[in-house]
T-cell receptor, first 114, second 115 residues
Framework: DAGVIQSPRHEVTEMGQEVTLRCKPI?????LFWYRQTMMRGLELLIY????????DSGMPEDRFSAKMPNASFSTLKIQPSEPRDSAVYFC????????????FGPGTRLTVT | AQSVTQLGSHVSVSEGALVLLRCNYS??????LFWYVQYPNQGLQLLLK??????LVKGINGFEAEFKKSETSFHLTKPSAHMSDAAEYFC?????????????FGSGTQLTVLP
């Protein structure tokens, strides 16, 4: 079975550009999470969805960040406009809502904003 | 509210030596506890979990952890370290009810295995 799929794996962009990160959760999982990992701040939860509905976006740093989940098999995290301080590794994770809470992580997208 | 404290951001052991990574948690509800491992340039991989029942849980790659409620601890151990164990390890906690169902992660422990 395929795990969580993220694309692209690496993204390099210039400050001010729009960046879109993509995630496909594990089939049958109905809860999806976006995290950001940096050396300074560690692993931060940005937003999560249950059954495609955003439940808590309190971790989204600014209005420049937005996330959508149009269906059960796809989610996007968009940054517009991007800034150098957004450089980080962004992870998507999924889980089964009724399960024992463990989340399964994708390989991450390494974003570099110059 | 939940929190996780991992004692020691960096731990070094010799190959073949005991690995002990410490994790203490705080939770207002009965906790579910997890250890994840992150190899360089990869995502987090579930090592093991405690939900209910037996307090000593075994995971992949020879790791195990013991839930000690009285000590609010969930330390990770492996009897004999291997070079391939070098990675970052994260302890996480969750619980029943609302936001408690989400994972709260510790800050991670970088394990170095010396030849």
């Amino acid at each position: 079975d395929a795990g969580v799929i993220q694309s692209p794996r690496h993204e390099v962009t210039e400050m001010g550009q729009e960046v879109t990160l993509r995630c496909k959760p594990i089939s049958g999982h109905n809860s999806l999470f976006w995290y950001r990992q940096t050396m300074m701040r560690g692993l931060e939860l940005l937003i999560y969805f249950n059954n495609n509905v955003p439940i808590d976006d309190s971790g989204m740093p600014e209005d420049r960040f937005s996330a959508k989940m149009p269906n059960a098999s796809f989610s996007t995290l968009k940054i517009q406009p991007s800034e150098p301080r957004d450089s980080a590794v962004y992870f998507c994770a999924s889980r089964i809502l009724a399960g024992a809470h463990e989340q399964y992580f994708g390989p991450g997208t390494r974003l570099t904003v110059t | 509210a939940q929190s996780v404290t991992q004692l020691g951001s960096h731990v070094s052991v010799s190959e073949g030596a005991l690995v002990l990574l410490r994790c203490n948690y705080s939770s207002s509800v009965p906790p579910y506890l997890f250890w994840y491992v992150q190899y360089p340039n990869q995502g987090l991989q579930l090592l093991l979990k405690y939900t209910t029942g037996a307090t000593l849980v075994k995971g992949i790659n020879g790791f195990e952890a013991e839930f000690k409620k009285s000590e609010t601890s969930f330390h990770l151990t492996k009897p004999s370290a291997h070079m391939s164990d070098a990675a970052e390890y994260f302890c996480a906690v969750s619980g029943e009810g609302g936001s408690a169902r989400q994972l709260t992660f510790g800050s991670g422990t970088q394990l170095t295995v010396l030849p």
